[in-house]
């Protein structure tokens, strides 16, 4: 294979057998139990990156979602935490940890936008009146949410304005010595989005410590809410709003000029 060729064809690895396709991402029925939960304040700007802010009020959303029909990344399910953030005065949120069940997104959602995706057992189910989310890693539980199931209709342009929003990303890709060579923060959005239906309804959310998932270190207080939506939607690519390597080097520079002048 000649230079040219290698270049051309670099789209992700491995080279000949890229493990997932290029975008655009399309998701039919993609279906989210998301329960907001107050934490404490101290424990989540420990761990929301600057130039991020956590938003007023302590507030961190559990998500399980299903997603039976996506392009290039098939059938699969994802929990994970986000969190209210204010981004130059805009809210959006930040994505703090995502756990999934599928090796081509995992990778996929890694290497193109940054998410901070590990390999687990999440599910999101009906049993009788109630929605289940779990987590598992391994054979040990560490997150279960529930949610009556549709006890009240939750308003659709609340719901969209939900799934719109803007989202925040931390993307790290280390140097082959192991030093960063891709720190950025990364904005991104869900387009062509079709709200198929909201509902909202009682909630509880336990969260247990384990640790390499640890979503019990930003602990519940009190549960503030939840929504289940049923959505399609086209998963928008990224744009880089903060480059943390390029904000180092310059001041780098700024020292040494002033060292020698």
């Not at 599910?123 to 040990?140: C, P, W």
């Not at 549709?150 to 342009?157: E, L, W």
């Not at 969209?160 to 904005?187: F, M, S």
């Amino acid at each position: 294979m000649k230079l040219d060729d290698v270049r051309a064809k670099a789209w992700a690895m491995p080279l000949t057998s890229p493990i997932y396709p290029r975008g655009p991402y399309r998701f039919v029925n993609r279906e989210f139990l998301v329960v907001s939960y107050r934490t404490d304040p101290k424990l989540l700007e420990a761990v929301v990156p600057a130039p991020l802010e956590p938003a007023p009020g302590a507030i961190v959303k559990m998500e399980f979602i299903r997603m039976p029909d996506s392009t290039g990344f098939g059938d699969y399910t994802e929990a994970g935490q986000v969190v209210p953030v204010v981004f130059e005065r805009q809210p959006g949120t930040y994505s703090h940890s995502m756990f999934l069940n599928d090796d081509a997104p995992i990778a996929g959602g890694r290497e193109i936008w940054g998410f901070p995706k590990k390999l687990a057992g999440p599910s999101l189910r009906v049993d009788k009146d109630v929605l289940v989310g779990t987590l598992d890693y391994g054979d040990i539980r560490v997150a279960t949410g529930t949610m009556g199931y549709k006890h009240r209709s939750f308003d659709p342009a609340k719901a969209l304005a939900a799934v719109t929003g803007a989202n925040y990303l931390l993307k790290i890709i280390t140097h082959v010595d192991c030093t960063p060579r891709v720190c950025e923060l990364v904005r991104y959005r869900c387009q062509d989005v079709v709200i198929k239906g909201a509902w909202e309804g009682p909630a509880a959310l336990q969260l247990f410590e384990h640790a390499l998932a640890p979503v019990a270190r930003l602990p519940v207080l009190e549960v503030v809410g939840a929504v289940h939506i049923l959505t399609d939607l086209t998963l928008g690519l990224g744009e880089v709003v903060h480059d943390y390597l390029s904000e180092r080097s310059a001041g780098a520079r700024r020292q040494a000029a002033m060292a020698t002048g």
